[in-house]
């Protein structure tokens, strides 16, 4: 299965034992071949190669494991586990690819185009109040449905990017 390239990739290779946070704000192409322990952030490709042990909670676009990887995995577009991936825990993608021989335990939550309050509580990792509330003021982008709100995940992922979550 193919994954876009951008002519202009920036690639950033980690071959590394790290800790702690990396967030990346603009696309780039990152692969890490080592060890990671923390919180991944990225945009563009992220390939984690069959060498890789990850204990992370991932949030990212595209989204390859080879390795190990233990921890929430949210893949925006898509989310490759290729055959020697060894993945536990809970992964949330819009798309799933998954090779024969690579390994899944935990739940797994399909990302949809739309979603309700609870479920975009879930995705923000915030309080349904304050979804309930950030929609009946206008601080969020959403569409009133009948007694509810619904939301377009790429306008929320816009929203939050553009950094006015909470505000």
């Not at 991944?40 to 490709?45: A, F, M, N, R, Y």
Request: hydrophobic share 40%; net charge negative; aromatic share 6%.
């Amino acid at each position: 299965m193919a994954f876009k390239r951008r002519l202009d990739e920036k690639v950033l290779d980690v071959d590394a034992s790290m800790q702690g946070t990396l967030n990346f704000k603009d696309p780039i192409n990152l692969r890490i071949n080592g060890r990671f322990e923390g919180t991944l952030e990225t945009k563009g490709i992220l390939t984690i190669g069959s060498t890789a042990t990850v204990f992370a909670d991932i949030i990212g676009e595209e989204i390859i494991i080879g390795g190990r990887v233990k921890g929430k995995v949210t893949a925006k577009e898509k989310l490759m586990l290729v055959s020697t991936a060894i993945v536990e825990g809970d992964i949330l993608p819009a798309k799933l690819v998954m090779e024969e021989g690579a390994i899944f335990e935990g739940k797994c939550t399909m990302l949809n185009d739309f979603l309700n309050s609870e479920e975009l509580a879930r995705y923000l990792e915030v309080d349904l109040n304050s979804i309930q509330e950030w929609a009946n003021t206008g601080k969020i982008p959403a569409l009133k449905e009948g007694n509810g709100w619904r939301f377009e995940r790429k306008a929320i992922d816009s929203w939050i990017a553009s950094g006015k979550i909470g505000k």
